[in-house]
T-cell receptor, first 116, second 112 residues
Framework: NAGVMQNPRHLVRRRGQEARLRCSPMKGHSHVYWYRQLPEEGLKFMVYLQKENIIDESGMPKERFSAEFPKEGPSILRIQQVVRGDSAAYFC??????????????FGPGTRLTVL | QKEVEQDPGPLSVPEGAIVSLNCTYSNSAFQYFMWYRQYSRKGPELLMYTYSSGNKEDGRFTAQVDKSSKYISLFIRDSQPSDSATYLCAMTYKAAGNKLTFGGGTRVLVKP
């Protein structure tokens, strides 16, 4: 069973360009989470999605950031008009729906975004 | 003040020693507590998961939660060089759904 897959692993963008980060959850997982990790800091929650629905986007910046998890295909985190402060590692996690209060989250290897 | 505080380290110990890690938190609503291990340039990997106060042991790892003090700990016995990594505590509560709040991580170095 393949783990959570993220691509690209490394992404370089110039200021003002768009960044698209993709996440394929583990097979059978219907919940996806995005976290951002700045250098020397812990992970910060951004958004929680289920298929075709955004459940909690309380950690998303109000502008330039958006996320989707379509019925078919990977989840996408999109950053428009990137700025240098967006440089970070972006991690995706997925969890199954086991009906428990807390479902274990499995993390992908991350996408390291560098904005020049 | 951050919701979850964790000493960044680095914590350097000789092989075979006990590694002691901890986190403090301010939100008394937290009920579920986790420890993740993150190797350099990799994603976090769940090590331990505890609910409410108490102890939990799994092999060389022991997790402790003291909700009255808002303090959690992770102990690694018989440490190995392969335990060298960053250890992140994370926590959440029922109403937060699956949103995890992480500490900043403690870098651990186990010297052979």
């Amino acid at each position: 069973n393949a783990g959570v897959m993220q691509n690209p692993r490394h992404l370089v963008r110039r200021r003002g360009q768009e960044a698209r980060l993709r996440c394929s959850p583990m097979k059978g997982h219907s919940h996806v989470y995005w976290y951002r990790q700045l250098p020397e800091e812990g992970l910060k929650f951004m958004v929680y999605l289920q298929k075709e629905n955004i459940i909690d986007e309380s950690g998303m910046p109000k502008e330039r950031f958006s996320a989707e998890f379509p019925k078919e295909g990977p989840s996408i985190l999109r950053i428009q008009q990137v700025v240098r402060g967006d440089s970070a590692a972006y991690f995706c996690a997925s969890s199954p729906d086991r009906g428990r209060v807390l479902n274990e989250q499995f993390f992908g290897p991350g996408t390291r975004l560098t904005v020049l | 003040q951050k919701e979850v505080e964790q000493d960044p380290g680095p914590l350097s110990v000789p092989e075979g020693a006990i590694v002691s890690l901890n986190c403090t938190y301010s939100n008394s609503a937290f009920q579920y507590f986790m420890w993740y291990r993150q190797y350099s340039r990799k994603g976090p990997e769940l090590l331990m998961y505890t609910y409410s106060s108490g102890n939990k042991e799994d092999g060389r790892f022991t997790a402790q939660v003291d909700k009255s003090s808002k303090y959690i700990s992770l102990f690694i016995r018989d440490s190995q060089p392969s335990d060298s990594a960053t250890y992140l505590c994370a926590m959440t509560y029922k109403a937060a759904g699956n949103k995890l709040t992480f500490g900043g991580g403690t870098r651990v170095l186990v010297k052979p």
